[in-house]
């Protein structure tokens, strides 16, 4: 099996202090692999590289596309990063307004991915929107109002069904969960597991909550001031942690 | 101090617009940014609209300076005065008489010619400020001809109202490329954007120059299944009987009566003039 | 179908001045297809770290654990993952899933996961549920809200769903009733006929003499303190 994501050797540096440094990982279809550290340990840096959002001083990020086969995200040209972005990308932010346009209903939200990449048809948009509505639990009769109106759980719904129904490959998720009640995170982690199995992604999930992590993610690596210091599947690591810091990571936070 | 330069403007500022209304025609829709001057009159007047049509005028052009249809309104008067003054070109009424014309908010119902000019004002000449408030951002959308927010413009139109509610500033797509606003023009205008005559759009505060040159492919935005609609209101002129011109309703009294009448004022009396010769 | 070869494990607390404790040393030994080996040994002997290595949840430092055609050890964490969704089961003993999750789902997931359709899964999910009589009016409901025993027996439901020719049982028979107990045992008894690979840990002595056809005793393998 062909990796859908292979990177190698990507470091970002802001002057003199490093971002990420010489970060390497394969991701495999259906793979949800979870990046854990403390706030500044680079895993958001990472994740922005990753996306296309910032660009790295090196490496490369190979990424098998549909058409062509792997392609060096960072050498595209941006049009086509953009396009990548639209279709084969999905990206999810910790704050639901960032991710959503917030004076747009929520069907003109689900919607919008397929009219850029140019659906012209109405009633199957509407169609396609109702649908993802309803696979992300939002109730049908909401398509018209505005995500102002909803919760922060239904918004963080609604900003994955803007991101999916693409049917895309590959998620990013930037602390997903972060932000939300206890058991409303139940409810999207649940969500995210049962889309992530049914649609077979890939996703690539940042946060510094190991409980979010150990439900979600097959593989997980530790990062801290910018360096990938440990990897390994999810509970051994999270259970048997070699590396110093990750034994530390682990032993402070609740029993998870 | 009387003289006044020819329209004016300085030559080296009419020759800067120049430059950006060659610029405009080269690249059909696409808004070309200009140092747009302070004028005489305040902003949301036609400044960008009186800029280009300063630009484009010589000795011998006959002007022609209309507000939604009017040549009587206190904007039209006070514009084709202005170039009365400062150009002393000649100045009329009548669409065919006329070598530039400046309107705002409406194209001539005659169809216009190709040794004629329009020029348009425009508020805002960014169809995408809407959806993205974001002028780094909707640049980028422009040069990757990245336009599917427009249509979840469309959208919301019919999942609010049913149908595309959008009446005037509708958007289009010009030669495939551009997605342009058409200034707040009511969208039966559109099919008129198709024009021999070349078209030239001026926004004064935001300092933009775009441009349809002649017989230029526009396509307003629609949905497969919700077409463009050009329709207006269903009635014929109340002065002239004309059944397919924009009509501006008039309240005539204060018991609720009206009437509509068509708002291109020159069309209708050109009509009335020919009724009473017939 | 299991073969463990002189395994080692030990264990670095780098917070703690770095102290090494070795806990595995030079453990082997074999499991047939149809074939359940019990653990034995005191508590502490390791019991629970070998069978944790088994799965792949603690890294051996030496030796090799070969389940069907994968050393787990030193495997890519990819191909443990892959064992274990096909090939490798484990029922612990505490339930760790998603709250909020019906349990019919909980228990059906093992075989979504490896692509049943969802009618076939539930049917299973059913059956297996029935047979270990979780009353139905609780199977719409997260497990995280039920008793011990009950969550102990949805742990077990979920591990049979699929039919793992390489099986770990930590004491599945702890905190159960009699007849709980004995659906266990059955439930047990079917696996090995079926072809099943089992290492388990059973306190219950019963429960061990009656399933088990070999003991392995772990204390054999505890290094001796210098």
Same mark, same amino acid.
């Given at each position: 099996m062909t990796p859908l994501l292979d990177v190698q050797a990507l470091t970002k540096r802001y002057g003199g202090r490093i971002g990420c440094a010489d970060v390497a990982f394969t991701?495999?279809?259906?793979?949800?692999?979870?990046?854990?550290?403390?706030?500044?340990?680079? $895993?958001?840096?990472?994740?922005?590289?990753?996306?296309?959002?910032?660009? %790295?001083?090196?490496?490369?990020?190979?990424?098998?596309?549909?058409?062509?086969?792997?392609?060096?995200?960072?050498?595209?040209?941006?049009?086509?990063?953009?396009?990548?972005?639209?279709?084969?990308? &999905?990206?999810?932010?910790?704050?639901?307004?960032?991710?959503?346009? /917030?004076?747009?209903s929520a069907g003109g939200n689900v919607g919008e991915r397929l009219m850029a990449v140019g659906a012209r048809h109405y009633g199957e948009i509407r169609a396609q929107a109702l649908d993802w509505l309803d696979r992300v639990e939002i109730a049908g009769e909401r398509i018209d109002d505005r995500p102002a109106a909803f919760s922060?759980?239904?918004?963080?719904?609604?900003?994955?069904?803007?991101?999916?129904?693409?049917?895309?490959?590959?998620?990013?998720?930037?602390? %997903?969960?972060?932000?939300?009640?206890?058991?409303?995170?139940?409810?999207?982690?649940?969500?995210?597991?049962?889309?992530?199995?049914?649609?077979?992604?890939? &996703?690539?999930?940042?946060?510094?909550?190991? &409980?979010?992590?150990?439900?979600? &993610?097959?593989?997980?690596?530790? /990062? $801290?001031?910018?360096?990938v210091i440990e990897t390994g599947l999810t509970d051994q690591v999270l259970d048997d942690p070699q590396a110093p810091y990750t034994q530390l990571l682990v032993s402070s936070v609740l029993q998870v | 101090m009387t003289e006044y330069n020819f329209a004016y403007l300085d030559e080296q500022t009419k020759r800067m617009i120049r430059r950006a209304i060659l610029k405009g025609v080269a690249v059909p829709g696409y808004q070309v940014p200009f140092a747009s001057r302070e004028m005489p009159m305040p902003y949301g007047w036609g400044t960008g609209g009186v800029q280009v049509t300063a630009a484009c005028l010589t000795p011998d052009d006959t002007l022609k300076v209309i507000d939604q249809g009017a040549d009587d309104t206190t904007n039209a008067v006070s514009i084709r005065k202005f170039f009365e003054k400062t150009a002393g070109v000649a100045v009329t009424e009548r669409t065919a008489e006329a070598t530039i014309i400046q309107t705002r908010h409406r194209i001539p119902e005659t169809l216009m010619r190709g040794d004629q000019i329009l020029?348009?004002?425009?508020?805002?000449?960014?169809?995408?400020?809407?959806?993205?408030?974001?002028?780094?951002?909707?640049?980028?959308? !422009?040069?990757?001809?990245?336009? *599917?927010?427009? !249509?979840?413009?469309?959208?919301?139109?019919?999942?609010? !109202? *049913?149908?595309?509610?959008?009446?005037?500033?509708?958007?289009?797509k010009v030669e495939d490329r551009y997605v342009m606003d058409p200034s707040p023009i009511p969208k039966f205008d559109n099919p008129k954007l198709e024009s021999a005559a070349l078209q030239l759009f001026g926004a004064g505060r935001e300092q933009r120059i775009y441009a349809v040159p002649p017989h230029t492919k526009v396509v307003s935005l629609d949905f497969d299944d919700h077409p463009f609609d050009p329709s207006k209101a269903p009635h014929p002129c109340a002065l002239c009987g004309a059944e397919g011109s924009y009509l501006d309703e008039v309240i005539t009294d204060d018991k609720g009566g009206r009437m509509f009448v068509c708002s291109d004022t020159d069309f209708c009396a050109d009509r009335r003039r020919e009724g009473e010769a017939a | 179908m299991i073969a463990v070869q002189d395994l080692v494990k030990t264990f670095t607390l780098h917070n703690q001045g770095a102290t090494v404790i070795p806990v595995i040393e030079g453990a082997s030994f074999q499991v047939a297809?149809?074939?359940?080996?019990?653990?034995?040994?005191?508590?502490?002997?390791?019991?629970?770290?070998?069978?944790?290595?088994?799965?792949?949840?603690?890294?051996?430092?030496g030796g090799s654990v070969r389940i069907g055609e994968v050393d787990i050890v030193g495997a890519e964490p990819r191909a443990i993952l892959e064992l274990r969704r096909h090939v490798l089961g484990y029922v612990s003993q505490f339930l760790r899933v998603v709250p909020r999750v019906p349990t019919l789902d909980v228990v059906a997931e093992p075989l979504l996961t490896i692509g049943w359709s969802?009618?076939?899964?539930?049917?299973?999910?059913?059956?297996?549920?029935?047979?270990?009589?979780?009353?139905?009016?609780?199977?719409?409901?997260?497990?995280?809200?039920?008793?011990?025993?009950?969550?102990?027996?949805?742990n077990i439901a979920r591990g049979f769903a699929h039919r793992y020719p390489a099986l770990l049982l930590d004491e599945p028979t702890a905190s159960l009733d009699a007849t709980n107990r004995e659906t266990v045992l059955t439930l047990i008894e079917e696996a090995k006929a079926g072809g099943a690979a089992i290492v388990g840990i059973f306190h219950d002595l019963e429960a061990r003499s009656r399933v088990a056809d070999r003991e392995v005793d772990v204390s054999r393998f505890t290094p001796r303190a210098a």
């Open positions: 991701l495999y279809p259906g793979e949800v692999l979870g990046i854990v550290g403390e706030s500044g340990s680079g $895993k958001s840096t990472l994740l922005s590289c990753l996306a296309g959002h910032i660009a %790295p001083d090196a490496g490369q990020v190979m990424f098998h596309t549909r058409v062509e086969g792997p392609r060096d995200v960072l050498r595209m040209s941006e049009p086509e990063r953009r396009m990548l972005g639209r279709t084969d990308w &999905a990206f999810v932010h910790q704050n639901p307004r960032d991710g959503l346009r /917030m004076r747009i922060g759980g239904m918004q963080q719904r609604l900003q994955i069904a803007r991101n999916l129904v693409t049917g895309p490959r590959l998620i990013f998720m930037d602390e %997903p969960t972060g932000g939300l009640d206890v058991s409303v995170q139940a409810r999207l982690l649940d969500l995210l597991r049962r889309l992530v199995r049914q649609m077979g992604l890939s &996703a690539i999930v940042v946060t510094h909550d190991l &409980a979010v992590v150990r439900l979600l &993610a097959d593989r997980l690596m530790v /990062m $801290k001031d910018g360096h | 020029v348009v004002q425009v508020p805002i000449p960014e169809p995408l400020r809407f959806l993205e408030p974001s002028e780094v951002e909707t640049r980028k959308m !422009h040069s990757l001809e990245e336009y *599917g927010l427009m !249509h979840v413009k469309l959208y919301e139109d019919i999942a609010r !109202h *049913g149908e595309i509610a959008t009446a005037y500033a509708y958007p289009v | 297809p149809g074939e359940c080996v019990a653990l034995t040994g005191e508590s502490g002997a390791g019991k629970s770290t070998v069978m944790r290595i088994l799965y792949g949840n603690y890294l051996a430092q969802d009618a076939k899964a539930h049917d299973r999910a059913r059956a297996l549920l029935t047979r270990l009589r979780i009353p139905e009016r609780l199977w719409s409901l997260s497990p995280t809200t039920f008793s011990g025993g009950e969550q102990q027996r949805v």
